[in-house]
T-cell receptor, first 116, second 112 residues
């Protein structure tokens, strides 16, 4: 069965420090992979996505993620965190072209707190 | 980019009320979704419409009734809800075969 695991429920980093949020997936074929960010009471905003090609993908707000097939991982990184990055982060996997519905499987989320 | 709008932003209703949530997108996306999200949890899929036809119903209670009047609009009709139905309701839209879902800002629903 498809699944997504975000091992870290809560992460605290200092402003200006680097950040890495972990995501591991279980899927039989090459999935479509996504990272979303959600500020309190808001909808989900797409940060970046991976479908194929270059395994290092750039997203909005200075985020990047690397797809590692051998480790079934798609970790999100940012070199220098800003206070405004404090939010909930969700990793998600989709079935790709084989899916007619585009159903996504979400991880449980990681809460990022940024210390001044 | 894709914009998905939702109205109202907040809704408070009693258990005997009937209300509706509305979602609109103008990017020509062919799939639209309703999700329910509790605090500190990921979104839970409720319904998927593909080409204006209901393609997935994730065993949602009948007090939630979706409707897709056209390719740009998605409604969620609510009736006889329970307090545990209080949550953030999110709408999303995606193009065919890409799985990239774009979310609206959500409606915060409180059932008294």
């Amino acid at each position: 069965a498809q699944s997504v695991t975000q091992p870290d429920i809560h992460i605290t980093v200092s402003e200006g420090a680097s950040l890495e949020l972990r995501c591991n997936y279980s899927y039989g074929a090459t999935p479509y992979l996504f990272w979303y960010v959600q500020s309190p009471g808001q909808g989900l905003q797409l940060l970046l996505k991976y479908f194929s090609g270059d395994t290092l993908v750039q997203g909005i707000k200075g985020f990047e993620a690397e797809f590692k097939r051998s480790q079934s991982s798609f970790n999100l990184r940012k070199p220098s965190v800003h206070w405004s990055d404090a939010a909930e982060y969700f990793c998600a996997v989709g079935a790709g072209p084989s899916s007619n519905t585009g159903k996504l499987i979400f991880g449980q989320g990681t809460t990022l707190q940024v210390k001044p | 980019d894709t914009e998905v709008t939702q109205t109202p932003k907040h809704l408070v209703m009693g258990m005997t009320n009937k209300k509706s949530l509305k979602c609109e997108q103008h990017m020509g996306h062919r799939a639209m979704y309703w999700y329910k999200q509790k605090a500190k949890k990921p979104p839970e899929l409720m319904f998927v419409y593909s080409y204006e036809k209901l393609s997935i119903n994730e065993s949602v209670p009948s007090r939630f009734s979706p409707e897709c009047p056209n390719s740009s609009l998605l409604n969620l009709h609510l009736h006889a809800l329970q307090p545990e139905d209080s949550a953030l309701y999110l709408c999303a839209a995606s193009g065919k075969g890409t799985d990239t879902q774009y979310f609206g800002p959500g409606t915060r629903l409180t059932v008294l």
